[in-house]
Every structure is written in C-alpha cells, then in structure tokens.
C-alpha cells in the first residue's frame, strides 16, 4: 500500500518525458521571442560609435588610434562624468550618461545616441599648480593608472565620410580630434 505524498517510481519514470517535453518548449518559446524582438536602431554614425568606443578602451598610453568614418554630417561629443553635480552643464548632459564620462554621436536629425565608457576617471586639481590634471606617472606606472579626459565636454564634427578620428592617450589623459598632429603632440607629452 502507497503512502499518502509517496510518488511511485513507475509514475516517475513517466513523468520524466513530459518534463523535458516542457523545459524544451519553453526554451524554443525564449528563442522565438530573442529572434522577434526589436534590437536596436543602427545606423552608420552609430556603428562609427562603437568602433570609436572600442579603440578608446583599448587605448594604450602612447597610442594614437584612426577611426575611419563611413558617413558624414554627423557630430562627437564627450561627456565627462560628474558634470551634473558640477553644475554648469546640467542642461546639456544627457540623460543616457548619468553621471558617467560617455561619447555620444548627434545626427543631422539631432538625435543623439551614446555609449557609456567604463574605467574612466576624473581629473584632480594639481596642489601646486591649482590647474586640472589627469593622474600621471613614468611610463611602467602609466600602464597601471586609469584613463582620464581633462576636458569636460569635446566634440568632434565630421565634415565628409573617410574623415578620421583620432583618439590617443598620453600617460592616462585621452584625448579625442580630428587632427592628426594634435594627437602626435598630444602622446609626445609622455
């Protein structure tokens, strides 16, 4: 005689099809609905975003990194992280950053799309000097210290598609134009 809340092993064995039946239903469910759902608008400019993105966090010091554009009439702009507790630019941050430094690019439309950048921080006013500096060190110690951007905010319009941008770092400070030479002098300070 069975036990009330006993499960016999013959009922077991067959609810052990049934069950796999269901998590593989439900699996096939979760992938209809990955594949349907709608990803994120990209557009040239945007895709011009994330490779500049990806050479910014792969920067290292001495660096200058091209990023060739595939379309034009279209604007980079740097935020720097904190600027709402700082004041000043509260206005014009938006709200995709937070309070995190993050590189946005604006269409002609004057849509702006942005993409937070991880392992940022922010420069510290020098004691002696009383001027804003980004962390500093020799070369070995560059490798070891954090990215920093000294200006709040910078852009970068791209005037005809192929332009490049450049992005370069000294020892910590990032730095991001459309000039050439301006990077070269800017990873000479090392």
Do not use: W
């Not at 239903?25 to 895709?47: M, N, Q």
């Not at 001027?131 to 990215?147: A, D, I, R, T």
């Not at 920093?148 to 905010?153: A, E, I, N, P, T």
């Not at 005809?160 to 800017?186: F, M, P, Q, W």
Request: glycine share 6%; charged share 25%.
């Amino acid at each position: 005689m069975q036990k009330r809340g006993e499960i016999s092993l013959e009922a077991l064995v067959k609810f052990i099809p049934h069950f796999f039946l269901v998590v593989c239903l439900i699996a096939a469910l979760f992938a209809v609905y990955k594949i349907a759902l709608p990803k994120e608008k990209t557009t040239p400019a945007i895709d011009d975003l994330d490779r500049v993105v990806m050479n910014i966090e792969q920067l290292e010091p001495g660096e200058i990194a091209p990023v060739f554009t595939t379309t034009h009439g279209y604007i980079f702009n740097l935020y720097q992280k904190d600027l709402v507790k700082e004041g000043g630019y509260a206005g014009v941050v938006p709200k995709q950053c937070g309070e995190y430094t993050c590189l946005c690019v604006l269409d002609p439309d004057g849509r702006e799309t942005c993409r937070k950048l991880d392992g940022i921080t922010k420069p510290e006013i020098n004691e002696k000097t009383k001027k804003l500096e980004c962390p500093s060190g020799s070369y070995e110690q560059c490798m070891y210290l954090p990215m920093c951007f000294l200006k709040k905010m910078a852009s970068v319009k791209i005037v005809n598609a192929g332009d490049s941008v450049y992005v370069c770092r000294s020892c910590t400070e990032i730095k991001i134009s459309n000039n050439k030479a301006e990077c070269l002098r800017h990873v000479q300070s090392i």
